[in-house]
Protein backbone atom coordinates (compact mmCIF):
# COMPACT_ATOMS: atom_id res chain seq x y z
CA UNK A 1 0.00 0.00 0.00
CA UNK A 2 1.50 3.65 -0.90
CA UNK A 3 -0.37 6.22 0.78
CA UNK A 4 -0.31 9.70 -0.93
CA UNK A 5 -0.97 12.95 0.28
CA UNK A 6 -1.05 16.11 -1.88
CA UNK A 7 -0.88 19.85 -0.89
CA UNK A 8 0.19 23.02 -2.45
CA UNK A 9 -3.24 23.98 -4.04
CA UNK A 10 -5.41 27.15 -3.18
CA UNK A 11 -6.92 30.26 -4.81
CA UNK A 12 -4.75 32.38 -7.47
CA UNK A 13 -5.46 34.82 -10.47
CA UNK A 14 -5.20 33.93 -13.70
CA UNK A 15 -1.87 34.38 -14.64
CA UNK A 16 -0.02 33.11 -11.27
CA UNK A 17 1.29 30.13 -10.33
CA UNK A 18 1.24 27.25 -8.01
CA UNK A 19 3.00 24.37 -6.76
CA UNK A 20 1.61 20.95 -6.25
CA UNK A 21 3.73 18.16 -4.11
CA UNK A 22 2.71 14.82 -3.33
CA UNK A 23 4.49 13.16 -0.57
CA UNK A 24 4.64 9.01 -1.12
CA UNK A 25 4.67 7.12 2.39
CA UNK A 26 6.30 4.32 0.95
CA UNK A 27 9.80 3.47 0.93
CA UNK A 28 9.44 1.86 -2.71
CA UNK A 29 8.25 5.54 -4.26
CA UNK A 30 11.24 5.01 -6.84
CA UNK A 31 9.83 2.03 -8.53
CA UNK A 32 6.37 3.74 -9.32
CA UNK A 33 5.69 5.69 -12.42
CA UNK A 34 3.74 9.24 -10.70
CA UNK A 35 1.18 11.65 -12.46
CA UNK A 36 -1.19 14.24 -11.76
CA UNK A 37 -4.58 14.24 -12.90
CA UNK A 38 -7.42 17.15 -12.72
CA UNK A 39 -11.52 16.63 -12.10
CA UNK A 40 -13.32 19.68 -12.86
CA UNK A 41 -16.90 19.40 -11.45
CA UNK A 42 -19.17 17.80 -14.09
CA UNK A 43 -15.86 16.42 -16.04
CA UNK A 44 -14.51 13.22 -16.27
CA UNK A 45 -10.87 13.30 -14.53
CA UNK A 46 -7.94 13.80 -16.82
CA UNK A 47 -4.26 13.31 -17.00
CA UNK A 48 -2.25 16.58 -16.74
CA UNK A 49 1.10 15.23 -16.38
CA UNK A 50 3.02 12.07 -15.72
CA UNK A 51 6.45 11.10 -14.77
CA UNK A 52 8.28 7.73 -15.19
CA UNK A 53 10.75 6.03 -12.89
CA UNK A 54 13.43 7.13 -15.56
CA UNK A 55 12.08 11.05 -15.46
CA UNK A 56 10.60 10.65 -18.93
CA UNK A 57 7.66 13.43 -18.97
CA UNK A 58 4.39 13.37 -20.46
CA UNK A 59 1.50 16.54 -20.80
CA UNK A 60 -1.55 16.91 -21.99
CA UNK A 61 -1.60 19.50 -24.74
CA UNK A 62 -3.95 21.81 -22.32
CA UNK A 63 -1.12 22.52 -19.99
CA UNK A 64 2.01 22.06 -22.21
CA UNK A 65 4.54 24.52 -22.03
CA UNK A 66 2.91 25.71 -18.77
CA UNK A 67 2.87 23.45 -16.18
CA UNK A 68 6.12 21.29 -15.19
CA UNK A 69 6.35 17.80 -13.49
CA UNK A 70 9.33 16.65 -11.25
CA UNK A 71 10.22 14.09 -8.71
CA UNK A 72 12.62 13.80 -6.14
CA UNK A 73 13.02 10.00 -5.00
CA UNK A 74 15.18 11.48 -1.79
CA UNK A 75 12.43 12.95 -0.48
CA UNK A 76 9.69 10.58 -2.10
CA UNK A 77 7.93 13.57 -3.69
CA UNK A 78 6.31 14.26 -6.90
CA UNK A 79 6.04 17.73 -7.90
CA UNK A 80 3.70 19.65 -10.47
CA UNK A 81 5.14 23.17 -11.12
CA UNK A 82 1.91 25.21 -12.59
CA UNK A 83 2.89 28.22 -14.29
CA UNK A 84 0.28 31.21 -16.36
CA UNK A 85 -2.92 29.29 -14.66
CA UNK A 86 -6.17 29.94 -16.94
CA UNK A 87 -9.42 29.65 -15.10
CA UNK A 88 -10.01 26.95 -16.76
CA UNK A 89 -7.11 25.17 -14.65
CA UNK A 90 -9.94 25.04 -12.12
CA UNK A 91 -10.53 21.19 -10.68
CA UNK A 92 -9.49 18.88 -7.76
CA UNK A 93 -5.93 17.38 -8.74
CA UNK A 94 -4.70 14.04 -7.63
CA UNK A 95 -1.83 11.93 -7.51
CA UNK A 96 -1.39 8.60 -8.46
CA UNK A 97 1.30 5.88 -8.39
CA UNK A 98 1.51 3.32 -10.56
CA UNK A 99 3.23 1.02 -13.39
CA UNK A 100 2.94 -1.13 -16.32
CA UNK A 101 -0.75 -2.05 -15.00
CA UNK A 102 -1.84 1.32 -14.39
CA UNK A 103 -2.59 3.62 -11.62
CA UNK A 104 -3.25 1.78 -8.62
CA UNK A 105 -2.75 4.42 -5.60
CA UNK A 106 -4.49 7.49 -5.58
CA UNK A 107 -4.45 10.54 -3.13
CA UNK A 108 -7.61 12.71 -2.20
CA UNK A 109 -6.99 15.36 -3.97
CA UNK A 110 -5.90 18.83 -3.59
CA UNK A 111 -8.15 22.12 -4.86
CA UNK A 112 -7.08 24.40 -7.51
CA UNK A 113 -9.09 27.32 -8.46
CA UNK A 114 -8.21 30.40 -10.73
CA UNK A 115 -10.33 33.03 -10.78
CA UNK A 116 -10.43 35.24 -14.16
Known amino acids: QVQLVESGGGSVQAGGSLRLSCAAAADTFGIYDMAWYRQAPGKQRELVAS???????NYADSVKGRFTISRDNTRNTVYLQMNSLKPEDTARYYC??????????WGQGTQVTVSS
Open 96 to 105: TAGGWAGWRY
Open 51 to 57: ITTSSST
